[in-house]
C-alpha cells in the first residue's frame, strides 16, 4: 500500500512553459485535493475532487487545472507557468469512513524561473 | 474568508518541558479540527484530531478545543528534540470537505 505517491519531486519550469504534475493514490478515496505551500506559511487548496468527474475551485485555483477521470489519479495541470508558481506542491486524498483525516502525497518543489 | 490563525513562532522550549500551541478560527460552523506537524522539506502528518469540547489525549499530546472561544490549543508534554517541527492547525469548514490551515508554529526543542 503505497498510500498517496506524487512525481515529478523536482522541478524547474521556465516562464511560459507548461507541465503536469502527477497524484496518484491506492486507499480507494473519494476525496482528493491539491495544495501549495509557500515558504513559511500554511497550505492553501488550490482545487479538490469528491469522486471521480467531480472536481471544484479552492482559495488560489488561478493559473492551474485539474481533471479527474479516475478514483487513483487527480492530476494537476500549469499552464504558462509564472513565477509566483513557485512553491512546493501537496496532494492528499480523504476517505468516506474514519476521522476525516486527509493523507499527504511527498510533494513535489516546483521552481519557475 | 474563513480564517485560521496561529503564532508563527519559534517557540523555543528546553527539552522535558511543555510545548503549549495555540490557534484561533473564524469559521464559527465548523466541527473538525486536527493537528499536523511537518518536519523541514516533507509532507504534513497528522498527529491529533479533535472534534468535541474539552481535552483529547493521545501519549504526549493532548489537544483542546473550545468551541464557544472558537479556540483549539496543543499541548505537548516531556518535550524531545525529535519534536522540533512546524505544527499546522486545521479546521474543516462548515461546508464540509475541506480544510483550512494556519501558517503553522515552528517549535524548537533545545537539548
Known amino acids: 500500500n503505497a498510500g498517496v505517491t506524487q512525481t515529478p519531486k523536482f522541478r524547474i519550469l521556465k516562464i511560459g512553459q507548461s507541465m503536469t504534475l502527477q497524484c496518484t493514490q491506492d486507499?480507494?478515496?473519494?476525496?482528493m485535493y491539491w495544495y501549495r505551500q509557500d515558504p513559511g506559511m500554511g497550505l492553501k487548496l488550490i482545487y479538490y475532487?469528491?469522486?471521480?468527474?467531480?472536481?471544484d475551485k479552492g482559495e488560489v485555483p488561478n493559473g492551474y487545472n485539474v481533471s479527474r477521470s479516475t478514483t487513483e489519479d487527480f492530476p494537476l495541470r500549469l499552464e504558462l507557468a509564472a513565477p509566483s508558481q513557485t512553491s512546493v506542491y501537496f496532494c492528499?486524498?480523504?476517505?468516506?469512513?474514519?476521522?476525516?483525516?486527509?493523507?499527504f502525497g511527498p510533494g513535489t518543489r516546483l521552481t519557475v524561473l | 474568508q474563513k480564517e485560521v490563525e496561529q503564532n508563527s513562532g519559534p517557540l523555543s522550549v528546553p527539552e522535558g518541558a511543555i510545548a503549549s500551541l495555540n490557534c484561533t478560527y473564524s469559521?464559527?460552523?465548523?466541527?473538525?479540527f486536527f493537528w499536523y506537524r511537518q518536519y523541514s522539506g516533507k509532507s504534513p502528518e497528522l498527529i491529533m484530531s479533535?472534534?468535541?469540547?474539552g481535552d483529547k489525549e493521545d501519549g504526549r499530546f493532548t489537544a483542546q478545543l473550545n468551541k464557544a472561544s472558537q479556540y483549539v490549543s496543543l499541548l505537548i508534554r516531556d518535550s524531545q528534540p525529535s519534536d522540533s517541527a512546524t505544527y499546522l492547525c486545521?479546521?474543516?469548514?462548515?461546508?464540509?470537505?475541506?480544510?483550512?490551515f494556519g501558517g503553522g508554529t515552528r517549535v524548537l526543542v533545545k537539548p
Open positions: 492528499a486524498s480523504r476517505g468516506l469512513a474514519g476521522d476525516n483525516e486527509q493523507f
Open positions: 486507499m480507494n478515496h473519494n476525496y
Open positions: 475532487s469528491v469522486g471521480a468527474g467531480i472536481t
Open positions: 469559521d464559527r460552523g465548523s466541527q473538525s
Open positions: 479533535i472534534y468535541s469540547n
Open positions: 486545521a479546521v474543516e469548514q462548515a461546508a464540509g470537505n475541506k480544510l483550512t
